[in-house]
Structures are given as C-alpha cells and as structure tokens.
C-alpha cells in the first residue's frame, strides 16, 4: 500500500502491451518506465518488454533522448495469429489469403502491396507477404497502404523475449488481433493453457480478450470465439 506499494508494482513489472497510437491510450507509459528505471538502477533487471504499434517506438526512441527508459519494444505485427509461430528454426509460408484474413480484408476491397518479413540480422527472407490489410474504411487498421515504404523486418530478440516471459508467467500464448480503429490499431487475446498444481488438482485454462477501441469487427468477433473474458471498449 501506499508509495512503497506503488513503486513496488512499477518494479515488478515484465510487460505493457498497448493496443494503438492515441494519447489516452498511451499517456504516462514514457514515465512509467522512466520511473521503473530509476527504481531498478542498483539491482539486476532486464529491460521491460513493450509491444505496441509501430508509431509508439518512435515516440519512445525519441522521449529515451531525454531520460533513460530501459524498455525492449516488440511490434504488435510480430505477434498477429500468423506470426506466433515463427522461429529462428522455422520458416514458413504464409499465403496471400491468410494475411488478408488476419486484416479482415480482400483483394476486391483493398489495394494490392507486396513486402516481405526477413530476419531482424539482415539473414535470408522468412516469408513473403503479398496483399494488403488496407480495406476501403479510412478507419481500418492495416500494415500497407498505399505510399507506405519498407519492410517487416521479423524481430527474433523480441520474439524470443516474449517467449519467454509467457512460459515463465504461465501464458500460452498472446496475440494481437487488427482492429477498425486507427491505422495499427489492436485487440488483445491471452490464453493460459490448463495445468496441474502442486496437490494435483487441474486448474482449468482460460482465454482473455481485449477488444481496444474498435467499432464491429469480424476478426475480433472470430478471436473472441470461446473466450473466458471479454474486455469490450
């Protein structure tokens, strides 16, 4: 309780997951970091694991000029359902049809992009992506549209961090479900597979779903589908 309490949850902190750019849904978290290094500095940490849309990184990376903020951050891209599965050792395909699956979207109602995902050490290509999670509505959420340059680069490190944070906090998996919000806008689902406790009784998994802000969506409706808790903004 109190001061003690509050910086004692700032410090027990692993992982904040943000689900899109706007200020009331990200306003404070620079200083929240900034203060969960300050109260960190003299014992051993790792740094405190972010995802979030990409427009976040660079406001982070520029806020870091300013104060330390000891943060890895992990791309809400790098954990969409077709990504979870990605690994240093596993190269897969990922077809056109899944990716616009994933975005709600279609050939007819998009504009056609192409980029591909590579390995975050400049290694050989994992996937190629073609299509585009761009739809007609200005407010969906997508990866490409029209104009926008680069490539998703596939993050190991992060990947590999948020990994392990999940085994180690007893998290199957978690992942991010594009939203119709704003460009890079997400939904959130966690899920906790079941498991045996120390008298040997099991204790039942369960399936969190967070909606972020978003108006009706068929995906978020899909990964909402046998979920213990939903979350609804």
């Given at each position: ?8 949850a ?28 300050q ?39 790098q ?14 395909t ?48 997508y990866w490409?549209?029209?104009g ?21 906090s ?7 479900v ?15 597979a ?26 978020l ?13």
């Open positions: 309780f109190g001061m003690k309490g509050a910086d004692d700032i410090k027990s902190l692993k992982c904040i997951w943000i689900s899109h750019i706007h200020a009331d849904h990200h306003t404070g978290l620079a200083r929240v970091l900034a203060l969960r290094s109260l960190l500095r003299h014992e051993p940490h790792e740094p405190l694991l972010v995802i979030g849309p990409r427009q976040l990184k660079r406001f982070l990376d520029a806020y870091s000029m300013l104060e330390d903020l000891d943060m890895q951050f992990l791309d809400c891209r954990t969409l359902e077709i990504s979870k599965d990605v690994s240093k050792k596993s190269l897969e990922v077809s056109t049809h899944d990716i616009l699956q994933q975005g709600n979207g279609s050939r007819e109602n998009g504009i056609a992009g192409s980029g591909s995902l590579t390995m975050a050490d400049g290694g050989n290509p994992l996937q190629t992506l073609e299509g585009t999670l761009f739809v007609k509505s200005k407010m969906q959420s490409k549209k029209s926008f340059q680069g490539d998703a680069v596939v993050d190991t490190a992060g990947l590999e961090k948020l990994r392990s944070l999940l085994e180690d007893g998290l199957e998996a978690l992942i991010s594009p939203v119709v919000h704003c460009p890079q806008a997400f939904g959130l689902v966690l899920k906790a079941s498991r045996i406790n120390s008298t040997g009784k099991t204790i039942p998994g369960w399936k969190l779903v967070y909606s972020g802000d978003t108006r009706p969506c068929q995906a409706i899909d990964a909402s589908r046998g979920a213990t808790v939903l979350i609804h903004e």
